[in-house]
Structures are given as C-alpha cells and as structure tokens.
T-cell receptor, first 112, second 113 residues
Framework: NAGVTQTPKFRVLKTGQSMTLLCAQDMNHEYMYWYRQDPGMGLRLIHYSVGEGTTAKGEVPDGYNVSRLKKQNFLLGLESAAPSQTSVYFC???????????FGPGTRLTVL | KNQVEQSPQSLIILEGKNCTLQCNYTVSPFSNLRWYKQDTGRGPVSLTIMTFSENTKSNGRYTATLDADTKQSSLHITASQLSDSASYICVVSARSSASKIIFGSGTRLSIRP
C-alpha cells in the first residue's frame, strides 16, 4: 500500500509556464483534496472532489484547475504560473468528509 | 468567520518534559476536531479526532481534550521524545461540507536533548 503519492516532489517554473501536479491514492477513497501550505499559515483548500468526475472549489481556487477522471487520481493544473503560487502543495484523500485525511508527501513549487 | 487559532506559535522543551498546546476555534456548526502531526518535509498525519460529545481522546503519549462550550481544545504530550519535534496542527470541520475544514497555522515544537 503506497497510500497517497504525489508527482513531482520539486519543480521550478518561470512566470507564465504551465504544469500539472499528479496525486494518486490506492485506498479507494471517494474524497480527494488539494491544499497549499505557505509559511505562517494553515493549509488552505484549493479544490476538492467527492467522487470520480466531480470537482468543487475550495477557499483559494483562482489560478488553478483540477480534474478527477479516475477515482484514484486527482490532477492539479496551473495554466499560467505566477510567483504568488510559490508554495508547498499537498494532496489528501479520505473515505468521507468526516474521516481522517491521508496526506501525500507534498510538492515544493517555486515560480520565478 | 470560521477561524482556528493555535498557541503558542513555537515551543522548545527538554526531552522527557510534558507540554500542552492550545487550539481555539470559531467554526460553526461544529462537526469534529482533529490534531495532526507534521514532520518537517512531510504531509500531516492524524493523531486524534473528537466529535461534539467527546471531551478527551488519547493516542499513546498524546492526549487531546475538547470543551465544545468554550470552543477550546488542547493537546498534551507526556514524557516528550526527540521524535516529537514537529508541527502540530489543529483542524476543525463544520458539518457536511468539505470546504469548511479549517486548518490552524500550527505550533512548532522542538524537543532538546
């Protein structure tokens, strides 16, 4: 059981470039989440999904898009990266909204 | 506004000592409260979860308390070990909404030998 995995672990982008972060879970969880973590702040929810084919906006969705084509995968896209998107991104999954969330190891993204 | 405030922001204690971390919240309607441990460079890992009717929950040397009336929670760590050095995050969920899961900014705990 790998749990929740994230690809890549590190990435450096130039302003205006695009990229996709991949999250995969092998626990058959319905719920998946994307968060960003910035120094001195709590994790903030970007987007989440309550099942295959469904997505919803979180607290800070602007500049990001997501897709959940398969139950085990949740993709986070940045169409035109900005320095304000420099952050550590965490993916998580859970059985339902009330249960423990299992987090991936994070992706450290720097936008120059 | 739904908020979760943690104190202190950081704490340094000697190995073997006890400590207590605090969490105050204004999330409504309250569903549950979790404490997570986050080691440097890793994702958070759940320690405890409490619902409205629970006022204490233990996980080994970690004991969490909840006072739903005053909207306060604490995490007590007994006989600290070097491996307890981490950030401890309080997370409060409002009922029925994945978008209403509010994370505190965490307490950074350092254990010194």
């Amino acid at each position: 059981n790998a749990g929740v995995t994230q690809t890549p672990k590190f990435r450096v982008l130039k302003t205006g470039q695009s990229m996709t972060l991949l999250c995969a879970q092998d626990m058959n969880h319905e719920y998946m989440y994307w968060y960003r973590q910035d120094p001195g702040m709590g994790l903030r929810l970007i987007h989440y999904s309550v099942g295959e084919g469904t997505t919803a906006k979180g607290e800070v969705p602007d500049g990001y898009n997501v897709s959940r084509l398969k139950k085990q995968n949740f993709l986070l896209g940045l169409e035109s990266a900005a320095p304000s998107q420099t952050s550590v991104y965490f993916c998580a999954s859970s059985t339902n909204v009330f249960d423990e969330q299992f987090f991936g190891p994070g992706t450290r993204l720097t936008v120059l | 506004k739904n908020q979760v405030e943690q104190s202190p922001q950081s704490l340094i204690i000697l190995e073997g000592k006890n400590c207590t971390l605090q969490c105050n919240y204004t999330v409504s309607p309250f569903s549950n409260l979790r404490w997570y441990k986050q080691d440097t460079g890793r994702g958070p890992v759940s320690l405890t979860i409490m619902t409205f009717s629970e006022n204490t929950k233990s996980n080994g040397r970690y004991t969490a308390t909840l006072d739903a009336d005053t909207k306060q929670s604490s995490l007590h760590i007994t006989a600290s070990q070097l491996s307890d050095s981490a950030s401890y995050i309080c997370v409060v969920s409002a009922r029925s909404s994945a978008s209403k899961i509010i994370f505190g900014s965490g307490t950074r705990l350092s254990i010194r030998p």
